[in-house]
């Protein structure tokens, strides 16, 4: 895929994504499609469209990096994944991780900002003083080429619970309005269940195969790699 978006020089969004991620004290849980699509305009001036499948849950150094927005900009030299390994290949903390990651996502998108749609949701999730630890970085760019840069923290002892959803979640909330609460379920089902929420209603966007990860003090494990953590069979 990466050798596709080199030669066409594509901007390659992931809005059409949905990631779940539910935070406790004690364990992280984050669930999420595999679908990418990505449209572009060809040489001819044609407008292009192509799907796949690969991670979008991926381990740099020490922590886990999930996203929907801008995956790739090649005017902006703009690569996600490519940031994520520069930032975080070799962090330990999800502290660190996150401050150089969000200080990298500003100097790239900042350049394009006014020129191309920015809007990218960032997670950074794992151990930070022997407890799981989430953090939520939203970038987004104005038509003026101002870029607003905000995050949001769990941590042990300031919350109990957080959840953060990225992409898509117009059918996950018309699902919670009208239904009984999945609160009763544990947190991992939870999570894979809003995730297959929203695919039934955007099967063209939101896809399987599906990834459930855990992160604990004790270990992280995949109940669903889906995808993860290899790339889907071509």
Same mark, same amino acid.
């Given at each position: 895929?990466?050798?596709? *978006?080199?030669? /066409?020089? /594509?901007?390659?969004?992931?809005?059409?994504?949905?990631?779940?991620?539910?935070?406790?004290?004690?364990?992280?849980?984050? !669930?999420?499609?595999?679908?990418?699509?990505?449209?572009?305009?060809?040489?001819?001036g044609?407008p292009?469209?192509?799907?796949?499948?690969?991670?979008?849950?991926?381990?740099?150094?020490?922590?886990?990096?999930?996203?929907?927005?801008?995956?790739?900009?090649?005017? !902006?030299?703009?690569?996600?994944?490519?940031?994520?390994?520069?930032?975080?290949?070799?962090?330990?903390?999800?502290?660190?991780?996150?401050?150089?990651?969000?200080?990298?996502?500003r100097?790239?998108?900042?350049?394009?900002?006014?020129?191309?749609? *920015?809007?990218?949701?960032?997670?950074?999730?794992?151990?930070?003083?022997? !407890?799981?630890a /989430?953090?939520h970085?939203?970038?987004?760019?104005?038509?003026?080429?101002?870029?607003? *840069?905000?995050?949001?923290?769990?941590?042990?002892?300031?919350?109990?619970?957080?959840r953060?959803?990225?992409?898509?979640?117009?059918?996950?909330?018309?699902?919670?309005?009208?239904?009984?609460?999945?609160?009763?379920?544990?947190?991992?089902?939870?999570?894979?269940? /809003? *995730?297959?929420?929203?695919?039934?209603?955007?099967?063209?966007?939101?896809?399987?195969?599906?990834?459930?990860?855990?992160?604990?003090?004790?270990?992280?494990?995949?109940?669903?790699?889906?995808?993860?953590?290899?790339?889907?069979?071509?």
């Amino acid at each position: 895929m990466r050798a596709l *978006v080199a030669a /066409l020089g /594509l901007c390659l969004c992931a809005k059409a994504t949905t990631i779940v991620a539910i935070w406790t004290p004690a364990k992280i849980v984050i !669930a999420g499609d595999s679908l990418l699509n990505m449209d572009w305009t060809g040489a001819n001036g044609v407008p292009q469209h192509k799907t796949s499948k690969d991670c979008k849950i991926r381990k740099f150094g020490s922590n886990y990096i999930s996203a929907a927005g801008n995956y790739h900009i090649q005017t !902006a030299g703009y690569d996600l994944w490519e940031t994520a390994a520069h930032a975080c290949g070799s962090s330990t903390t999800v502290d660190g991780c996150t401050a150089k990651f969000r200080a990298e996502l500003r100097s790239k998108l900042a350049r394009v900002a006014g020129v191309h749609d *920015v809007h990218l949701s960032v997670l950074v999730a794992g151990i930070e003083n022997g !407890a799981p630890a /989430l953090d939520h970085i939203t970038v987004i760019g104005t038509p003026q080429g101002r870029l607003s *840069v905000q995050s949001e923290s769990f941590r042990r002892g300031k919350q109990k619970w957080g959840r953060v959803i990225l992409g898509e979640r117009d059918a996950i909330d018309r699902y919670e309005h009208g239904s009984a609460s999945t609160m009763t379920d544990s947190i991992q089902e939870q999570a894979l269940s /809003l *995730v297959r929420v929203e695919a039934r209603a955007l099967p063209q966007e939101v896809g399987a195969p599906f990834s459930t990860l855990t992160i604990e003090a004790a270990g992280e494990h995949w109940i669903n790699p889906g995808c993860c953590p290899a790339s889907c069979s071509k």
